[in-house]
């Protein structure tokens, strides 16, 4: 192999030398031999031929080579000092190469080998780390520091020899510790990095290198009185006892942290209070670390800190270091249920009550919205959930009786709050069926309420009956069903199904209503109950597949018949939305084939005169979606249907818009998140099936409907995959650019974001239109519409990445048309076409 130069030869000739030394040949004599013969190639210096056929990359013979070269401790003696003269080296590939050979040497290597070397190791990567510019060269630095001294803490020492653990670490210490006293604060963050490298390397590395640093760091903080100063040694504190995390419980007999438990608790707790919102979110931070740790924190600073926490979420004015505390909050209650439930969740409560009856407001930062946001963020336990639920659900029903003007955003807020809670309790079983038999009845109880007193002409509780209101109900009941176990589920679904078609009310509490449920019978002053249909859309599309619902087929039929005869557009559209959720996982067969006939034979009449296109319209888009979703026969029949309707003149811009429902991800409903039944790849082989049909439905079309031809295609390729797109650009890309002409906001708007990544992902086939790209760009640089004046910037900014050679000739005449949105009243269209400018500016400039 001496002198060879074919990449194949070498990746052979590689193996075999890893073979020889992998099956334990005596190498003998022939050890410095062997490691000049494979040494010579390092570090690895190779470009790949364009079009090379064998496909051999530079990183497969560099890792082949590092297999070599980190196979046996018998090169050690040769292989250390050629790491130590590549890392003096001015090439970049090298240091790294030679660093990560390092530590991959460190896994098999002992102190016999290492000894001799580590003074000049330690003195390459404390240079590397203090002076260079390059993060990938320090973040291979710091590994193989790492690795050093994980692999002298792995050695096993006899009662004769050096502890080399203690002297290298000791070395460390007193060529890191006095750069962290400095006043200037230089080359603190890189002494901080080594010392937190080497010391997370085991127990005994941590342990020496505290007790020496922690002190030191305490001492700073107090020392130093600027806030900024202060925050950079916490984070460097708060690095340490991230490290401690590692190793569990805090040791008593060796532990520095334990012995400074009183100076340490001080500086996080003195963070706390400062006027500093950057300190205080690193004291956040560092309190999360310190209750982590087993045993730290004694009952007196557990209380301190869930008072701390307290203040931080309500009374902070700053949004950020409210929402950390609440987080930190979060974090901790599992730990300390007991503290949190005694202390935070009673405090909350009676904060609450002040805040209501003191009438502040409901903007989201308020102390009553924050109130409602800690009681969610704590209930991360068991206990504290069932003391945090009857306080949020008492307080909406408190909010529904007193009809105040805030009432409408009080109950979304409740119903937000409720949401995360939800999404909390769902992987503990246990939470999850309790929030569900105490939200679920509580809420469902309250809207039937409302809604009757709405029937019989009461004006309390109204506000529960918005759309805005029942919107924010939803992902509660949804998120609350989703994980429940079959049996539960089933037990779940045989009071709320009865409940909406035959009014059965027995398992609601407080039930006693004023008349009946009925929100499937005509009537106007049935209106209201008609809207809860949202309510039951949340639960029955969220149950598990496996989960049986009674009377199946009548609740379709009512669903169906809602959806296309009800006046009021919301509740037309939960109704279409609930009969296609449940469509979408009806088990295949006669049944499902019944009902989908069903709906055709009301869709059809509807959708061909009278007043209910708009609401057969609204089924069809979803009774296709969740036939799209499953790969139903009937899908094609149905998005043919939908493709005649892109060249009606009443309901063609819908029928566009609706493409956008079909591709993409629908929040309550038909996603895998609420178990309906997703096939892999729909969005690929929807784009197969009916893309050719747009394109020759567009060229056929008049001009007054046209457009509706190029929304439906741009949402359809908006949420494609991109390789999938490329592969059919060349047919495709003319349509874009005509769809670039097009006046309307939406499809300039998706067709731009759809061509961005394009210019990136495909530039040889985009170089062919480039004329036309930039002209079009430009153009639309001064659109009226803020949203299509950023993406056309971002187009004409992802135009650089095309062959220089294409794009010079133009250069001139983008960088004359840039200047204008330079002046745009918009401070992101400024910011978007100074990067646009600059990168045109730079181009064909050397090095580039």
């Known amino acids: 192999m001496d002198g060879e130069k074919d990449p194949r030869n070498l990746l052979v000739a590689f193996q075999i030398v890893r073979d020889l030394i992998a099956k334990n040949y005596a190498l003998g004599p022939f050890v410095e031999e062997l490691f000049e013969v494979t040494s010579c190639y390092f570090p690895i210096d190779f470009t790949p031929p364009p079009n090379d056929p064998h496909g051999i990359q530079r990183e497969d013979l560099i890792l082949s080579l590092r297999a070599v070269l980190a196979s046996t401790t018998q090169f050690a003696e040769f292989l250390l000092p050629l790491l130590i003269e590549k890392l003096d080296s001015d090439l970049q590939s090298a240091k790294l190469d030679s660093l990560q050979t390092l530590t991959a040497c460190c896994a098999i290597y002992g102190q016999k080998e290492l000894q001799e070397f580590l003074p000049s190791l330690w003195s390459s990567l404390r240079r590397e780390v203090f002076q260079t510019a390059s993060e990938k060269v320090e973040a291979e630095c710091l590994a193989a520091l790492h690795a050093l001294s994980a692999c002298l803490s792995r050695s096993v020492l006899s009662s004769d020899t050096e502890d080399l653990l203690d002297s290298f670490l000791s070395n460390i210490l007193q060529d890191c510790r006095h750069h962290l006293c400095e006043p200037d604060m230089k080359l603190v963050w890189p002494s901080a990095k080594l010392l937190q490298a080497a010391a997370g390397a085991s127990l005994r590395a941590y342990h020496c290198v505290t007790h020496n640093v922690l002190p030191l760091l305490l001492e700073q903080y107090t020392k130093h009185p600027q806030s900024s100063q202060r925050r950079t040694i916490l984070e460097m504190l708060l690095g340490f006892l991230e490290l401690q995390q590692k190793w569990g419980h805090v040791e008593e007999d060796e532990s520095a942290l334990l012995s400074l438990q009183g100076p340490v608790c001080s500086v996080v707790f003195s963070a706390l209070t400062d006027p500093s919102v950057q300190l205080q979110l690193v004291g956040i931070r560092a309190l999360t670390v310190l209750g982590s740790l087993q045993g730290f924190l004694s009952p007196s600073d557990l209380e301190l800190v869930v008072d701390h926490l307290i203040r931080l979420a309500l009374c902070e004015e700053d949004s950020q270091s409210s929402e950390a505390a609440m987080e930190a909050a979060g974090s901790l209650a599992p730990i300390y249920p007991k503290v949190f439930s005694g202390r935070m969740v009673p405090r909350l409560e009676e904060e609450l009550q002040s805040e209501w009856e003191e009438e502040s407001s409901g903007e989201p930062h308020s102390p009553r919205q924050r109130c409602l946001q800690a009681l969610a963020a704590v209930s991360t336990h068991p206990s504290i959930v069932r003391e945090t639920v009857p306080v949020l659900l008492q307080h909406l029903r408190k909010v529904q009786k007193e009809s105040k003007a805030r009432s409408r955003q009080d109950m979304v807020s409740v119903c937000q709050s409720l949401h995360r809670v939800a999404l909390q309790c769902q992987q503990d079983e246990e939470s999850c069926w309790y929030f569900h038999q105490t939200v679920v009845p509580c809420l469902l109880a309250m809207a039937v309420q409302a809604a009757m007193q709405e029937s019989t002409h009461l004006l309390l509780g109204k506000a529960l009956l918005e759309e ?29 199904v009865p409940l909406f078609l035959d009014g059965e009310v027995s398992f609601l509490p407080q039930n006693s209503f004023p008349c009946s449920f009925q929100p499937f019978e005509d009537g106007e002053c049935l209106e209201a109950q008609r809207r809860l249909v949202a309510l039951l859309m949340a639960f029955v599309c969220s149950l598990p597949r496996n989960v049986a619902i009674p009377q199946q087929e009548r609740l379709l039929r009512e669903l169906l018949a809602l959806s296309c005869s009800c006046n009021c557009p919301f509740t037309a559209t939960t109704a279409a939305k609930c009969f296609a959720g449940l469509v979408n996982k009806h088990p295949a067969g006669q049944q499902l084939d019944e009902i989908l006939q069903l709906a055709v034979n009301r869709m059809e009449p509807g959708l061909a005169q009278g007043p209910c296109r708009t609401q057969a319209l609204t ?98 390729l908006n949420h494609l995959p991109k390789p999938v797109l490329v592969t059919e650009l060349p047919t495709l890309l003319p349509l874009l650019l005509e769809a670039l002409s097009c006046s309307d906001r939406v499809v300039q708007l998706s067709t731009l974001s759809c061509l961005q990544p394009l210019l990136l992902e495909a530039p040889q086939i985009m170089s062919l239109h480039v004329n036309t790209l930039v002209t079009k760009f430009l153009s639309l640089t001064s659109s009226p519409t803020m949203a299509v004046r950023i993406a056309a910037l971002r187009c004409a900014h992802a135009l650089t990445s095309l062959p220089t050679t294409v794009l010079l000739p133009y250069k001139a005449r983008v960088i004359r048309a840039l200047a204008k949105p330079l002046d745009d009243k918009k401070r992101l269209v400024r910011k978007e076409a100074v990067a646009a400018r600059g990168e045109w500016f730079l181009l064909g400039s050397p090095g580039r």
């Not at 039944?677 to 099936?689: A, C, E, L, P």
């Open 468 to 496: 805005e209101v029942l919107a924010a109900m939803v992902p509660v009941i949804s998120a609350a069903t989703t994980h429940l176990s079959p049996e539960l589920a089933a037990q779940s679904v045989s009071h709320v």
């Open 619 to 716: 089924l069809l888009l979803w009774v296709t979606k969740a036939l799209v979703l499953r790969y139903h026969p009937l899908s094609s029949r149905l998005t043919d249907k939908l493709l005649g309707l892109l060249g009606d003149a009443e309901l063609g811009a819908a029928t566009a818009d609706g493409f956008f429902l079909l591709m993409a991800e629908s929040p309550d409903v038909l996603h895998k998140g609420c178990h309906a039944d997703v096939r892999i790849m729909f969005r690929q082989r929807f784009f197969t099936d009916n893309v050719p049909k747009l394109v020759q439905g567009f060229h056929g079309a008049g001009p007054d409907v046209k457009a509706n031809y190029l929304k439906a295609l741009s949402h359809v």
